[in-house]
């Protein structure tokens, strides 16, 4: 039915002979006819007012225009309102049983329009999902009922009448009521985390908003299970230069300094989500002359091309006594994440060593001008130790442990203020 016919045949409800019969929106004050389609459009409340015959419980055929006008409303799976029904019956004392007879006949007529034991109503909810973005989905809940019988002579004056004028002894009122908690639950959606969390390494901090992993409001769909979440630290700088590789990378040539793995128990595919955003927020200690060198968080980015490692959007954490840099990454992105510094050829042999084969201890091969060479991060002299080219080494953390600054409760709660981003 369209929106036309629909307020036609509106208007004709209240056009309905038998002593005040109709459909009504409760107030205090009269609403103009102008105003009627937008008072009747999805109504927060609205009332169906029925009077039978005298003696019977059952509506009269002519009422079926205000059952089927108010069913319209409250039933209309485009209409967002979730509604609770009240029905109430107003009369004396020695009918009581009577009315009882007529709000049973006038609950039926609502379960029989949906071929029900109950009245059952579906709707098209408005959900916003971390995932899919905002979208509809279609809900069935049993309409909420309360039924009760009024003696009118234990009732106040003004619980005598609707809308000030309109006597209700005698008649039977069906009340719609929006009341999203009582129809569909108080939960309201799904969260994961299901509060703001941070998680710890040794290092790594990984600081999570709640929701930030998966979030679906306004819905009453069952929730994923709690997640978990791991960090396994790669790190320790002579471990990472024993066994170096660079970022996989088909055209740049990115350093890494150090790398960390996260292991979660609730993972998205790349191409199963279309609106994640990156909610995530990872953070590293690092030293005056890492934050100099400019290193960058990379992790995974999924394009048409495939998968490649590029710099997470970076910041420089300059709150508390701990230097902190922090990338944002997102849940498809659970997996590998580097510190790394990304150079051009020409810079190569300002950072490594040149190495005589792909077999030396951290050994790897790089591509300069078309041509395959072998480099290395570091080389060991006469005395055993360590040796680096300035640039690399500025990159690594080398701290002596009495040295140590890390403060294990700094950086509990996620800010922006001070944060800068590295260019």
Sequence with gaps: MNRFAFILLLFAAFAAPGQNSGLYIPTEKPIKPKDLPKAWTNPEVFCLLLHFDSGDSNYRERDLDLLDSAYLVAFSRENPRLYTMSIEAYGTARDEELMQARIESVYRYFTM????????????????????????????????????????????????????????????????????????????????????????????????????????????????????????????????????FLVPHRRNIILPIGYVVLHSSFN????????????????????????????????????EKGVEYKPLTTKKIKNGPVLMIQGALNPTQFDTVFIAKR???????????????PTEQGAVTITVKGEERYYKPFRINNKGEYEFRKLFRNMLRIIDEEEETLDPSNGNSFRNDGDEEIE
């Design 343 to 357: 150079i051009t050829e020409d810079e190569v042999s300002k950072y490594l060593f040149p190495a005589d084969s």
């Design 268 to 303: 998205r595919k790349p191409d199963e989500c279309s609106s994640l955003t990156d909610s995530v927020f990872i953070r590293f200690p690092v030293t005056e002359e890492q934050l100099e060198s400019r290193l960058r968080v990379f992790a995974k980015k999924y394009s």
């Design 113 to 244: 329009r949906g071929h029900e034991i109950v009245p059952v109503r579906y709707a098209y909810n408005p959900i916003h999902c971390s995932c899919h973005g905002d979208t509809v989905e279609l809900i069935r809940y049993e309409v909420p009922t309360d039924k009760q019988v009024y003696n009118c002579a234990e009732l106040p004056s003004s619980r005598k009448v609707l809308n000030n004028d309109i006597p209700l002894e005698g008649a039977l009122l069906v009340t719609f009521r929006h009341n999203p908690i009582e129809c569909i639950g108080g939960g309201g959606g799904c969260f994961l985390p299901s509060q703001d969390s941070n998680i710890r390494a040794y290092y790594t901090q990984l600081i999570l908003k709640k929701g930030s992993i998966y979030s679906v409001q306004n819905t009453r769909d069952e929730c994923p299970p709690p997640v978990t979440i791991s960090i396994e630290e790669h790190l320790d700088y002579q471990q990472v230069l024993d066994n170096y």
